[in-house]
């Protein structure tokens, strides 16, 4: 762990209070003053807080299947200490995984609920895949306003029985995954035709290269799961490329910092020694949640912490503050296979053609059938931009504004708003930019 130097302090509350700011997924705040400039013209009795009332809070994370799953294999992946910005998405990989599940039988289904169900002694919920569905549909409607969304689920087979036509309807009807065939090939084919499909589904960005070696032999099911998303802000951040700030990760930086002091949900731990940011994205639809340590030090204690308890109590503590953010400019990605984090997190049967139970999938898929993968590509996009102009947002009143200076590793969340899912988790651990030197 390692401290900011009181000279590297001055240097960084000397140059606060300048800009406004807008944000999209970057990193730095200033104390700026073009959240405040009307403030001038109002009376001198204008109100010191929040014009309206704050929009009500969306479902807590407890409960819900994304949540519940996201959590886990978030901490399941993070258990490797060479893991750098780890991102995916926790409701495509619960769909994929509950599509998959509608097509399981025996001890195959019980393990995908499972993941997909809170720990015992909670009951299991029935409605989950309900839950995923409205889920999906909630972050389709709002493509386009808060957010640029780019999003496809697949399940892939190589050599498989029939495939029943009601599990290929239900599958793309209620989880939105589709089928679709792998050729007769060795294994670098079926990985060219998987990248070939991710880049499609990313609109044509290529993703990180897939470090794992993907051998799907006949009777095989791959999951695949690919998303770039692209924040729009619901108040613009200022971003000064000419004043570039360090970022103090995995390797030090010098970054483009985003600035905007404003009204945030908010909440500090000082017991646990984290700050707590929601920042809603444009129209209300879904907000981004970073959770920043006190300190500079990479993320292992704050993760040990993290429990879906935990986190729900930090939401629901987080109240309506003034806030000087400041977020480096940045874009994450991951490419993932997630069968060692599945099988640590109890998927054990479906992998073995001899214990895995998908009869759902094909009447005659014993003996055959099996998961042979399930990856993930993602990219997020952290920039300034608002959704659109925001002259009809009422005017903010800013007082004494908090400081939440993202300067170094943090997590993150894109959750919805209506229904409380969980789109996106990760954490940025680099940030790209101009080397200086190691440290954490």
Sequence with gaps: MFAVTSVEFRQKTAMLPRLPFCLLISLPVLLVQGSTTNSSKKSADAPAGPVSRPPPLPPPPQGDPSWTLGLRLYQALRSDSTSVNVLF??????SSLGALGEGSGGNTSNQVQGLLNPPSPVKVDTQVPERLAEALKSFSEANGTSFHLHASSAVFSKQVPPVDQAFVKQSQTRFRVKHQTLGKGDSKADLKQLQDWAKASLSGLEGAPLEAEIKARAGALILANAVRLKGLWEREFSEESTDRRTFLGKKYTKVVMMHRAGLYRFHEDTDNMVQVLEAPLWGGRASVVLLLPFHVENLARLEKLLTLELLSKWLEKAS???????????NITSTLSLQKQLVTL?????????????SGVSAKSKGKLHLGGVLHWATLELAAQTGKEDADLQEEHIDRPKLFYADHPFILFVRD???G????????????????????
Excluded at 321 to 328: E, K
Excluded at 346 to 358: C, H, M, P, S, V
Aim: net charge negative.
């Design 89 to 94: 998405s926790p409701l495509l990989v619960a």
């Design 320 to 330: 309506v503050t003034s806030v000087a953010i400041s977020l480096p400019k940045a």
């Design 421 to 440: 899912a969980l789109l996106l988790m990760g954490a940025l651990d680099h940030a790209e930019g101009e080397p200086l030197h190691d440290e954490l």
């Design 417 to 419: 708003s209506a229904t």
């Design 346 to 358: 109890g998927l054990t049967d479906a992998w073995d053609q001899k214990l895995a139970d998908f």
